[in-house]
């Protein structure tokens, strides 16, 4: 099993910055793909960013040249960085985490929460 922990949420302003870090214990050396996904109040569930080991991100056009995705291998860590936030991007940040590219939802964390408010 896989256990990601979240940490890093909380609130800004719109145009503001936020990081978020997932850290991941267990029987790592299963996961290739790790990222974040996000759900926002009465919206679905949606991919933000995955990075793969070898260094292949994906972002979702919502957020391209705004956030940034990145990963240290030896710490079993991914990161967000979330600058120039806007209001809809207030929501339950997700860190994920699976086998590949594209099975990277294997694993959950319990979410943490991203509030960006004026």
């Known amino acids: ?4 922990v979240e940490s890093g949420g909380g609130s800004a ?8 870090s997932c850290a991941a214990s267990g029987s ?7 990222g974040w996904h996000r759900q926002a109040p009465g919206k679905q569930r949606e991919l933000v960013a995955v990075v793969t080991r070898s260094g292949t991100i994906n972002y979702a056009d919502s957020v391209k040249g705004r956030f940034t995705i990145s990963r240290d291998n030896a710490k079993n860590t ?8 806007k ?3 207030t929501a339950v940040y997700y860190c994920n985490a699976g ?8 694993y959950w964390g319990k979410g943490t929460l ?5």
Not at 14 to 19: A, F, H, N, T, V
């Open 1 to 4: 099993q896989v256990q990601l």
């Open 13 to 20: 302003q719109p145009g503001g910055s936020l990081r978020l």
């Open 28 to 34: 790592i050396s299963g996961i290739y793909a790790m």
């Open 78 to 85: 991914v990161y967000l960085q979330m600058n120039s936030l």
């Open 87 to 89: 209001l809809e991007d």
């Open 99 to 106: 086998p590949s590219l594209g099975n990277a939802m294997l």
């Open 114 to 118: 991203v509030t960006v408010s004026s």
